[in-house]
């Protein structure tokens, strides 16, 4: 359980609070006391709230990092780009660039500004191929696999940096390794959303044929996006020593099942349903194994695969009306 008594009154800045992670993580913090500062680059922040401060940044450049993180206690870095399969090179690139050097001159700002407490977001990705519940402790028994190699690696290489500043300078370091996440607010945008948002779209267009890539029988550990927020909180609060965390639904299910929910939630159950193994499918298997969140942060996800799924077809449903 989170002391509820840590985020009240503090000043927190959520850097990419203008999307989908970012704005879930706002809308805790306000939960739980907080005030919020919000950079503000090309979109406006979701959330509307007197205790939401927002500043025009570009977080490429440092003067602009230091400028948003200037007297606030903690951070929680959620900027970064999207990206899909199948995307072009410079796609790809981009996510990879961008997510490293926003997360280095973050890092650089909070520790020159006396930022006590900062939360670094790793990923399951770079976790080597695995048939079981990976553990933390696994991350670098080999390379990531060969889907995830350039993103894998980035984000291992964060997680070294991150405990580089650590060992550098006073501030407390968390290591987040999330698994992948859905809910409202995701990226439903047809070049660059993933899996899930891609298929609730398809699915409340009514598409037919309904062709999924892959096979169907690759097994995912999807967590609902307030789960990851809240376990974020708790893992600043309880356990920002740089030793990471993974966080994640603890349980499985096939990409056959997700696509039967969601046809189910969005009144498509008729659809012929068509899965095309020549697509990319990443990797067969991959789901995180959550005992330490469990064990240090008291960490259990709330929402069902079932209900998460159904709230965000509804959500997306709701916003096209």
């Known amino acids: ?24 993580l706002v809308e805790e913090l306000l939960r739980q006391g907080a005030s919020v500062r919000i950079p503000v680059h090309q979109r406006p922040p979701i959330v509307r709230d007197g205790r939401v ?10 003067e602009d990092c230091r400028a948003v993180a200037r007297g606030v206690q903690y951070v929680f870095h ?14 790809v690139m981009r996510g990879i660039t961008t997510g490293l050097v926003l997360t280095a001159q973050m890092l650089e ?3 020159q500004e006396g930022v006590e407490r900062f939360l670094v977001f790793s990923s399951s990705a770079g976790y080597p191929p695995a048939n079981h519940p990976v553990r933390e ?26 405990e580089f500043v650590a060992s550098k300078s006073p501030m407390k370091i968390a290591l987040v390794r999330p698994t992948a996440v859905y809910g409202r607010w995701d990226n439903f945008d047809p070049q660059t959303s993933h899996v899930i948002p891609a298929l609730i779209r398809r699915a409340v267009q009514k598409q037919n ?8 029988n690759e097994v995912r550990d999807f967590l609902h996006v307030s789960d990851l927020a809240r376990g974020c909180l708790l893992m600043l609060e309880k356990h920002a020593t740089c030793d990471p965390v993974n966080i994640g639904y603890g349980k499985t299910g096939t990409i056959r099942k997700v696509v039967e929910i969601i046809l189910r939630a969005a009144g498509h159950e008729q659809a012929d349903l068509k899965f095309d193994a020549t697509k990319p499918g990443t990797i067969p298997f991959r789901m995180v194994d959550i005992s330490k969140a469990r064990r240090l942060l008291g960490f259990e996800p709330r929402v069902t695969l079932e209900d998460g799924l159904a709230d965000t077809v509804r959500w997306y449903q709701s916003t096209l009306r």
């Open 53 to 62: 401060e927002t500043m025009a940044a570009d977080l490429t450049r440092l």
């Open 137 to 162: 402790e696994e991350m670098w028994t080999g390379p990531p696999a060969p889907a995830y190699f350039g993103y894998g690696w980035m984000r291992r290489y964060v997680e070294r940096l991150s």
């Open 1 to 24: 359980m989170s002391d509820a008594a840590f985020y009240q009154d503090k000043k927190v800045l959520v850097t990419g609070g203008t999307g989908f992670v970012g704005t879930h």
């Open 209 to 216: 044929p309904f062709v999924v890539w892959g096979t169907g």
């Open 78 to 91: 959620a900027a970064g780009s999207v990206g899909a399969a199948g995307v072009g090179p410079r796609d």
């Open 109 to 111: 700002a909070a520790w």
